[in-house]
């Protein structure tokens, strides 16, 4: 049931995935009574996800849908309020913030923001349909299910020829679909792709369709060369889309720090979690070009839950003084690696 009306807290947390839904479990158990407001889409990209085999605890598949609603389940068992609808708008200018949904205005006094990512896809109606049959985002979480079978990567840069070269481990065949006759690439990504005899490479061409044949999986896909107009149709078992991720921020357009794709810029000093405003911390894909895991959004949602927690008593998200040995220990481990720098030879 959604909260409506006015409301205050010393918690909100925008997005519901496993970030967000982490930071609600470990907020809910601090006492924090945190509001998520979690979206119409809510669920991140586990909802499109069959199964998932490299979430630590599962010694089967579990179903990417099943483990967020499980993660839900757990942060409403310990006290956590949800609000399904979008945020329309958030005021950073005042404390506390103030942030509006289509039936509430809450009232703030930290803000964890787990909006997540999205991966760029290529607008055909049947990638939408294969997507988890056949049809994939990430080379990491999906490879495994593709030995001894040919897949098809499309993209250009440095993303997908690391794709490619990581699904190689599993399938007899990876071919990489790039629209023009040169890569986006580093050289050396470029070199390593060529020298890999299971790669091949299909330049200048475009993916017109993928073809299920009536299988309801990935069976086959429609190219097209940009220059001649030839169509080509083709046998594989798998198409990986590597053509970017599109970090979900534009909200904090403005408001806070982002680089120049558009990914929050957390402090790389301090918590990990803290933006460049006090009291907002930010978590998960979001603010993750880099790994983009289920495991890994979740461990930073840990994180920021932490550092709000922190905020919240201490005002500040990280002081050693406050947050104990295990922080001074660190601290003091950074001061003895720096000191160790200093002297290490050049290779």
Known sequence: MNLTGSLKTKVVIIGGGPAGLTAAIY?????????VIEGYFAGGQLTITTDVENYPGFAQPVQGPKLVSDMREQALRYGARFITQDVDSIDFSSRPFLLKTESSTIEAQSLIIATGAKAKMLGLDSETRLIGRGVSTCATCDGFFYKNKKVIVVGGGDAALEEASFLTR??????????????RASKIMVSRAQANAKIKFAMDTVVEEILDRGQGVVSGIMLKNVKTGVQEERDCDGVFIAIGHEPNS???DGKLDLDPQGYIMTSAMD?????????????????????????????????????????????????????????????????????????????
Do not use: N
């Open 27 to 35: 907020a809910a158990r601090a006492l924090l009574e945190p509001i």
């Open 250 to 252: 534009k909200l904090f």
């Open 170 to 183: 599993f399938a007899d065949q990876v071919t990489i679909v790039h629209r023009r006759d040169t890569f």
């Open 271 to 347: 918590a990990k979690t803290s933006t460049a405003v006090e009291g907002v911390f930010a978590c998960g894909d979001v603010q993750d070009p880099i790994y983009r895991q289920a495991v890994t959004a979740a461990a930073s949602g840990c994180m920021a839950a932490i550092d709000a927690q922190h905020y919240l008593e201490y005002g500040s998200a990280s002081s050693s003084s406050k947050r104990g040995p295990a922080t001074e220990s660190k601290s003091l481990l950074g001061s003895i690696l720096g000191w160790l720098g200093k002297w290490r030879s050049p290779l």
